[in-house]
């Protein structure tokens, strides 16, 4: 199961999205360039240019998207996201993690392991707990509707050149949403820092339920208050 490729997909896909939309938005009013993030780019049109693409991944990705895309007003990242792949979490994390050791004048014995700084083995294991944690905060506002669940039984079906990922996903998101279940996935503090920031760029603070939801997560990933005030900063930088 190839979940490494699937998230660079995913966020790597919303470059040439968002470069297209935000030319389309600039030659007319300019109003859509400003929401930026591929989950707009995605629930505008730009799904379409995800299921045209060759491979396998664009199919997984689809699916996402099509959660991502659903949630109006919300935010994929941004740029800093969307141009640099999979590697921009972990970038987000390490430095997250520099600035909350440099808060405490304390030095640690090893660099922070995320993922741009694994070996390769470990990538994959990164991976999917980014992925777990991003398909469980699509559902954080609890509420996917029937027209969604058609779609996403829809492109699940296509899958059929990886089919343990196509059940994998099926599995996912039909499970009932478990901060605990989900934290679960984090074998080292480096992967619970990924998937928290994998969650803040996808759900709505300012919702009741959903902001609910990250403090449980966090809580459950067992982040310290100063690590997890600096992990929500640099995602508020990256999506400037």
């Known amino acids: 199961m190839n979940t490494r490729g699937l998230l660079d997909q995913l966020l790597k896909s919303g470059q040439e999205l968002l470069e297209k939309k935000t030319g389309a938005s600039n030659n007319a009013s300019g109003a859509s360039a400003n929401k930026g993030g591929l989950g707009n780019v995605l629930g505008a049109g730009g799904l379409g240019g995800l ?50 050791q440099a808060s405490q004048g304390t030095a640690p014995e090893h660099p922070p392991q995320t993922i741009d700084r694994v070996e390769p083995v ?32 829809g492109e699940l079906s296509k899958l059929k050149h990886d089919p343990q990922l196509q059940q994998w996903l099926q599995l996912e998101l ?56 600096e992990l929500e900063a640099q995602v508020k930088q990256a999506q400037v």
């Open 51 to 100: 299921l045209s693409g060759a491979g396998g991944g664009a199919m997984a990705a689809s699916v996402l998207g099509l959660l991502m895309g659903s949630k109006r007003g919300r935010k994929f990242g941004g740029q800093a996201l969307t141009y640099g792949g999979l590697a921009a979490l972990g970038v987000l994390a390490y430095k997250a993690y520099g600035n909350w």
């Open 122 to 153: 470990q990538v994959e294991e990164h991976s999917q707990a980014i992925l777990k944690a991003l398909v469980a905060a699509a559902k954080a506002d609890g509420h996917i509707d029937d027209r969604e669940r058609q779609m996403i039984e």
């Open 174 to 229: 039909k499970k009932p949403l478990d901060p605990a279940e989900v934290a679960s996935a984090a074998t080292t503090p480096e992967i619970g820092a990924e998937m928290y920031i994998a969650s803040l760029i996808l759900v709505d603070e300012e919702a009741f339920g959903e902001r609910a939801y990250l403090d449980a997560l966090a809580k459950q990933l067992k982040l310290d208050p100063g690590l997890k005030a």
